[in-house]
């Protein structure tokens, strides 16, 4: 089991992003997924998660309204489209398998992470 996020990058306040998960060596429906931030200084935050057929979706209540995920299941591979960034969003962005629900506890498989800055 693989996880590759991309996407990261540096983004004016008020700008958009499109974080991308592509998952190998297991079926699209296998797992849920999800992502996690953790920036210097604060514990990790659970973001936002998707089950395995993709109609399940969690979101923290910082992100709520702002942050969309969603799955390819042809491509195994998960976004996080996030708008409306503020600084505070600032953070190494990773994915993982999950238990997805209101409280996204991370599984057994991660990958690495992308780096998210935003900044004026």
């Known amino acids: 089991v693989q996880l590759q996020a991309s996407g990261g990058g540096l983004v004016q306040p008020g700008g958009s992003l499109r974080l991308s998960c592509a998952g190998s060596?297991?079926?699209?429906?296998?797992?849920?997924i999800g992502w996690f931030r953790q920036s210097p200084g604060k514990e990790r935050e659970g973001v936002s998660c998707?089950?395995?057929?993709?109609?399940?979706?969690h979101y923290a209540d910082s992100v709520k309204g702002r942050f969309t995920i969603s799955k390819d299941m042809s491509t195994n591979t998960v976004y996080l489209q996030m708008d409306n960034l503020k600084p505070e969003d600032t953070a190494v962005y990773s994915c993982a398998t999950v238990l997805c629900s209101s409280v996204i506890i991370r599984g057994a498989y991660w990958g690495q992470g992308t780096q998210v800055t935003v900044s004026s």
């Open positions: 060596g297991f079926a699209s429906d296998k797992y849920a």
């Open positions: 998707i089950g395995t057929s993709g109609r399940l979706t």
